[in-house]
């Protein structure tokens, strides 16, 4: 038996270009066929935005003991606040009524094998130079730390006061808060 996470082992599983969007429109239909519309606000339940890294080893409403409508949840790579995540948080908080902030980077993060290299190496590849920082780092604690000043520093923001940085483990499962000092 595979998971959904498990790699193909075999010509008969790979999946092609394509098959794995018309894989998500099936499971979209069958979700379709039993969904009844939960009569919920846009605004999240727990009034809380949390933003993580997108790595598909987080299953952040489970970790969490999240329901659906409980939160907002802003995801990129590294999990790193950026002007993107500040406009979400910001939109968030100002017209949806967020008051908390939870910043979740991970163990074994792709941003710490990659450097800004990257962007540079992108640039020769296509000729142009993405608009866009790598935000790549080496600490991860020191990236939760980073994150949370952002967040805390925004002057778009209005409720800077509940914001708090974890690490979680990927192979306990495991939330690690981080000192923002």
């Not at 296509?126 to 780092?137: H, I, K, S």
Request: overall charge negative.
């Amino acid at each position: 038996m595979t998971t959904s996470a498990a790699a193909p082992t075999g010509s008969e599983d790979a999946i092609t270009d394509g098959a794995v969007t018309d894989r998500l429109v099936d499971a979209n239909e069958r979700y379709a066929a039993a969904f009844t519309d939960p009569g919920m606000d846009a605004r999240p339940v727990l009034r809380v935005a949390v933003v993580a890294c997108m790595d598909a080893r987080l299953d952040l409403h489970k970790a969490l003991g999240l329901q659906l409508g409980d939160c907002h949840t802003i995801r990129n790579a590294g999990g790193v606040v950026t002007d993107d995540v500040i406009r979400s948080l910001t939109i968030s908080q100002r017209a949806l009524g967020t008051r908390s902030v939870v910043l979740i980077h991970h163990t074994g993060c792709g941003m710490e094998s990659i450097t800004e290299d990257f962007r540079h190496d992108l640039e020769l590849e296509v000729g142009q130079r993405p608009a866009w920082a790598v935000e790549a780092f080496r600490d991860v604690d020191q990236d939760v730390r980073q994150s949370m000043a952002r967040v805390r520093t925004s002057p778009f923001l209005l409720h800077t006061e509940d914001v708090r940085g974890f690490v979680f483990d990927v192979k306990t499962g495991r939330l690690r808060e981080i000192d923002p000092a």
